[in-house]
């Protein structure tokens, strides 16, 4: 080999890391995490351990799941504040206890097959997230949830880089950073358009929030979001969530964006979508 040619061979991985350092961050291809809405929750129960299984089984990178606390301070999955929509009956989670939560069947109105499936405690789901899984730790409610959250994250055998806590209330996230800053937190924000078709929040507002909060990651929906918020949120080194994505279309114009993780109803379909996407 000549000596010219032996220089260029040697030079190569070091030339190559250079060049990469000078490409976009929105750039660079990889593949974004593929979060199971409420679980598998297209052909489960949502927030179920069911629509949990199901999920593991198809192979989705990580779970959402909401999270309220009841009259007696225990932590349960369920999304909504009463339980009228999934069960036919009208009960307040926050002014219910666990024992009488417990008795509901949340399972009947997706199939046969899952009648009598019960709302899970927060021990329950984290139980089945298996090693090198994640879980998005929706809270449906206020402060009040906090201690006893971290209470159970502390009892579970997780790993803080398995955790990501999500919520749409801003201060909810502060006080959980302030009381355990180790624990990776992210806004979720719905990003609407009035008549005139400004969009809200502005980004201005949108970044102020986040480095108020000390979040580490911004979760949007995916309708009225550009590539250059995203950008701007990456440039502060924080990453980007969208949600709740069930069209792999849109799945793969999210992935081709940089965005750090999709979550859908049907984590099958767009994880299968996601890997057919070329790298740009």
């Known amino acids: 080999m000549s000596t010219v040619r032996h220089f260029l061979w040697v030079m190569k991985p070091a030339w190559i890391t250079s060049l990469l350092l000078l490409v976009p961050a929105a750039l660079c291809f990889a593949e974004p995490l593929i ?149 990776q937190t992210s806004w979720l924000c719905n990003l609407k358009k009035d008549k005139s078709g400004k969009v809200t929040p502005t980004h201005e507002t949108i970044c102020k929030t986040l480095e108020d909060i000390h979040a580490n990651g911004f979760s949007s929906s995916h309708q009225n979001i550009n590539l250059a918020l995203i950008n701007k949120v990456n440039e502060a080194e924080i990453m980007h969530h969208v949600w709740t994505v069930n069209d792999p279309a849109i799945a793969t114009r999210f992935s081709q964006w940089g965005t750090a993780s999709i979550t859908t109803d049907k984590p099958a379909l767009i994880k299968n979508a996601i890997k057919t996407v070329p790298a740009p």
């Open 35 to 183: 979060i199971a809405h409420r679980g598998s929750s297209a052909s489960a129960p949502e927030n179920t351990i069911p629509a949990f299984e199901l999920a593991w089984e198809q192979q989705a990178d990580g779970i959402e799941a909401d999270f309220l606390l009841t009259k007696d301070g225990h932590i349960v999955c369920f999304h909504d504040k009463d339980t009228k929509r999934i069960t036919g009956k009208k009960l307040l989670v926050k002014n219910t206890p666990l024992s009488k939560l417990r008795q509901l069947d949340v399972g009947s109105w997706k199939g046969e097959q899952y009648k009598g499936t019960r709302i899970p405690t927060i021990a329950e789901v984290l139980a089945t997230v298996p090693d090198g899984k994640k879980i998005y730790i929706e809270i449906k409610c206020g402060e009040e949830i906090v201690t006893p959250l971290l209470r159970e994250i502390e009892a579970s055998t997780l790993t803080k880089n398995q955790i990501v806590i999500i919520c749409f209330k801003a201060g909810v996230l502060k006080a959980i950073k302030q009381h355990a800053p180790h624990l």
